[in-house]
């Protein structure tokens, strides 16, 4: 194994020119294993693969990771239900190191958090952080990922650094209906394979048309024009309620490669629709549809 010295803060204010640099969606899970020394991560970052364990607590922990194939990460990933990750992760160089800032999205929308990595512990030590972080949380192990992923983020913790988990009771997201000659929808698979409209956790820098462009990207593999506001809808997930609102989308372009090329994605008529989507909270949309493109 390799030897990871890395130290993780909190963030008080964001850069003012986040949107200056690269950033990825990441998903990761883990396996169930309560062992506060030791974990077995799986990674999407992009359109590569990874494992990753990882041993030991606080500044120095012992690092061991390989990359998967698309196939091989499709058949481990199931076994992280429950216990994932998502987060969109900025690398912003400062001085001759690298910050890796995560916001956080679904159900830890809220949190946000940075991480440096250093080639020995005395630079680790000597490391002066810029103004914009926040407290310390190395050796929190509440707040590492693997803890995240398995409990959540106990309320102690929740008070004791001020964080305010967006929507905690309540989950603010858009997304898009894609359409093509008044007549077709494209819809896509979920992680549960599933078929529905592409759409996600609205991020805190970006509005409600702009997260739903993103999510189309991301998720179905397209762009195109956002449209009006074409309808609302509510359902039940991580002990709150999600508040969805749709847009409609025209002028498609589907591309070959996209970050969650793991979905599947089809055109189908609207009057067929009610062939492929079931859940429920979605009816009053398809409704809608019909009645507006019959």
Request: net charge neutral; with cysteine; charged share 35%.
């Amino acid at each position: 194994m390799n030897l990871e010295i890395e130290r993780k803060f909190l963030v008080k204010t964001l850069p003012e020119n986040l949107k200056d640099y690269k950033s990825k969606k990441i998903l990761q899970g883990y396996l169930n294993i309560e062992n506060e020394d030791f974990e077995v991560r799986f990674r999407k970052r992009g359109k590569r693969f990874f494992q990753t364990i990882k041993q030991g607590n606080g500044l120095n922990r012992e690092e061991s990771e390989v990359e998967l194939s698309k196939e091989q990460f499709e058949t481990f990933w199931p076994l992280t239900t429950n216990h994932r990750i998502v987060k969109r992760r900025y690398k912003i160089p400062y001085k001759k190191y690298v910050i890796e800032l995560d916001i956080y999205k679904d159900n830890y929308n809220g949190l946000v958090a940075c991480e440096v990595e250093f080639p020995n512990e005395k630079e680790a030590l000597d490391f002066v952080p810029p103004e914009w972080f926040g407290v310390e949380v190395t050796n929190e192990f509440g707040l590492q990922n693997n803890n995240v992923a398995l409990h959540g983020v106990n309320e102690e913790l929740l008070a004791k650094y001020k964080i305010l988990l967006k929507g905690k009771d309540k989950y603010l997201q858009s997304g898009v209906i894609p359409i093509r000659k008044n007549s077709e929808v494209l819809i896509i698979t979920n992680h549960k394979k599933r078929w529905i409209f592409p759409k996600g956790i609205i991020e805190g820098n970006l509005t409600s048309e702009e997260s739903a462009k993103k999510e189309a990207w991301e998720e179905a593999g397209i762009e195109g024009d956002v449209q009006e506001k074409f309808g609302d809808y509510h359902y039940e997930k991580w002990n709150g309620i999600c508040h969805v609102e749709m847009f409609m989308m025209t002028n498609i372009k589907e591309l070959d490669e996209w970050p969650e090329n793991f979905r599947k994605r089809k055109w189908v008529a609207i009057a067929e629709l009610d062939d492929y989507i079931t859940k429920n909270e979605l009816q009053p949309i398809i409704n809608k549809l019909k009645e507006k493109y019959r």
